[in-house]
């Protein structure tokens, strides 16, 4: 990952963009390294400003948001761009878009009043709809992973277990935790909390093995961190 970042602008499409910056900087936060993932941003926000590239400055809005080192005022730009982006465009227009309603679905998570949480889960429950219909799976089973950490901030535990037990058994099948341990720590506590009230092995329907889910819980977890900060 470090040596495809060292190739700069040349290391290719924006999808290996994405990945040697986006990922990237996502590794180095996890590892503590915030430093590190500050500097893989600022050079992928200059890259996507320099060449124009819209869907690698929405990821790039993303990550900060996520770190809590983003520009808020660019934010909640952002935000009011989303809504009415969000259902429109297809191929990198879309995911763009839909990039650009999940970093705004992540603002509103960073005020929890009861107005903004009812607004966060009702757009992410519309962003899981309009994913699903585009026949998108990593892209659905990210918008459900915010949908059920939207209901979980807002309280409504039982809900969001209803909404993340089919995506973490999908996780399950595919051998995936880091979906759903980079989904943040209201995720992960979702998942503590259901073992310690039914057990680490779940055979009620839909399946989450025991192991994996032992495997989740033991693995190092991304620090809480407020998204909605700034450097």
């Given amino acids: 990952m470090d040596e495809s970042y060292k190739l700069g602008t ?3 499409i924006v999808d290996l ?3 040697s910056y986006g990922t990237g900087s996502r590794i180095k936060a996890i590892r503590g390294d915030f430093e590190a993932a500050t500097e893989h941003l600022d050079e992928r926000a200059r890259t996507g400003t320099k060449l124009s590239l819209p869907r690698l400055m929405a990821r790039v809005d993303n990550e900060r948001i996520r770190m809590g080192i983003g520009d ?3 934010e909640l730009l952002r935000s009011e761009r989303a809504t009415a982006r969000c259902h ?3 191929g990198v227009a879309r995911v763009t878009a839909d990039l650009d309603e999940n970093s705004a679905i992540r603002i509103l998570l960073t005020d929890p009043t009861p107005a903004r949480l ?3 889960g ?3 429950a519309a962003l899981v709809q309009s ?3 585009a026949d998108r799976p990593r892209a659905a089973l990210e918008a459900t992973l915010l949908h059920a950490q939207c209901l979980a901030v807002a309280g409504q535990t039982d809900q969001a277990m209803h909404v993340l037990a089919p995506a973490a058994a999908t996780c399950a099948r595919h051998g995936l935790t880091r979906p759903l341990i980079d989904a943040g720590p209201d995720i992960v506590a979702l998942l503590r909390d259901h073992c310690a ?3 680490i092995v779940t055979s009620s329907p839909p399946l989450i093995p025991g192991d994996f889910l032992t495997e989740i819980l033991a693995s190092p977890r991304a620090p809480r961190i407020n998204v909605g900060g700034t450097s």
């Fill in 72 to 74: 808020r005022s660019e």
């Fill in 122 to 124: 009702h757009r992410a």
């Fill in 131 to 133: 994913i699903a219909a």
């Fill in 10 to 12: 040349e290391g290719g």
């Fill in 17 to 19: 963009l994405l990945a």
């Fill in 197 to 199: 009230e039914h057990g």
């Fill in 118 to 120: 009812d607004l966060a």
């Fill in 88 to 90: 429109q465009g297809r």
